[in-house]
């Protein structure tokens, strides 16, 4: 359960971060901003997407899109979402609970510059129904995660 490898990889390195789990769906973005009473860009959306020769997880405010130009520019391609019905083997966590942390395998992580604004975001915690309340300084040092500017606006 993926749920639980959030939890575990946590405590292994002696993380104060909790998953916090709902009793509704936090499966999207909408949803989740409203089971946690949040505005909708603090929502960290988690992006599995596959390169060509490897896994990435894209982080941005929840209220953002990929900008394809500034993808190409960054990465020589264009991004493409893993598909829907592999994004659990790829990552370790259902689609809407994928997050940066307890990952079946290591998955570069990059973090869209606009999650600077905020103090406090919550990504998902592994499961549709759950979120984690992380500092964005926590969560760039917890995930190694690479700061870029990939989105824009809706």
């Known amino acids: 359960m993926s749920i639980k490898s959030v939890k575990e990889e946590f405590k292994a390195r002696g993380l104060s971060l909790e998953v916090i789990e709902m009793p509704t769906s936090t499966a999207t973005v909408a949803l989740a901003a409203e089971a946690l009473g949040v505005?909708?860009?603090?929502?960290?959306?988690?992006?599995?997407?596959?390169?060509?020769?490897?896994?990435?997880?894209?982080l941005?405010?929840?209220?953002?899109?990929?900008?394809?130009?500034?993808?190409?520019?960054?990465?020589?391609?264009?991004?493409?979402?893993?598909?829907?019905?592999?994004?659990?083997?790829?990552?370790?966590?259902?689609?809407?609970?994928?997050c940066p942390f307890g990952l079946d395998k290591p998955l570069r992580v990059f973090l869209d510059e606009s999650l600077k604004i905020f103090d406090v975001v919550f990504p998902a915690g592994g499961g549709p129904n759950t979120a984690v309340r992380i500092t964005v300084d926590d969560l760039a040092r917890v995930t190694g995660g690479t700061w870029v500017d990939l989105c824009r606006g809706e």
């Open 39 to 58: 505005e909708p860009a603090r929502i960290a959306k988690t992006m599995a997407i596959r390169l060509k020769g490897e896994d990435i997880l894209v």
């Open 60 to 98: 941005s405010k929840g209220d953002l899109r990929l900008d394809n130009k500034k993808f190409k520019a960054h990465f020589n391609e264009k991004a493409k979402m893993i598909p829907f019905e592999e994004v659990e083997a790829a990552t370790g966590h259902p689609v809407g609970g994928v």
